[in-house]
């Protein structure tokens, strides 16, 4: 077995909702279940990096837990900042979600790089 392969929250299992799209609770339970990866990776080199992973999953989190109700999908959140215009508000959910998937697509390309034999961990990031 892997991290990877007993993580209790994955991206992978997070089922769409038809209409609605992504899941925030889930969403938000793979973002925290990836957190533990940075800190193997190298508690040094990927602090930065986690603090602003982890910083604005809690801003998202934030937002949720106002009305979990009413923003049960990212894409209500969005939604809702955008119509109450507050979406380009720093620090809003929205720009915390968009800075949370440049972190995901930072980190998936440098696994990828990894994976691929890259062993210098300068030339991976």
Not at 11 to 22: T, V
Not at 47 to 56: I, Q, S, W
Not at 83 to 94: L, M, P, W
Request: aromatic share 10%.
């Amino acid at each position: 077995p892997t991290f990877f392969s007993v993580m209790s929250n994955r991206f992978s299992d997070i089922e769409l909702q038809e209409e609605e799209g992504i899941p925030t609770k889930e969403f938000l339970e793979s973002c925290y279940a990836i957190v533990p990866v940075l800190d193997k990776l190298g508690p040094t080199v990927f602090a930065p990096v986690k603090m602003d992973f982890v910083g604005n999953i809690k801003k998202i989190n934030q937002k949720f837990i106002t009305n979990k109700e009413e923003f049960d999908t990212l894409q209500k959140i969005v939604l809702h900042e955008v119509n109450t215009g507050v979406a380009q508000v720093r620090n809003s959910a929205t720009e915390a979600l968009l800075w949370l998937k440049r972190g995901l697509k930072f980190l998936k390309g440098f696994l990828t790089e990894v994976k691929n034999g890259e062993k210098n961990i300068q030339t991976a990031l």
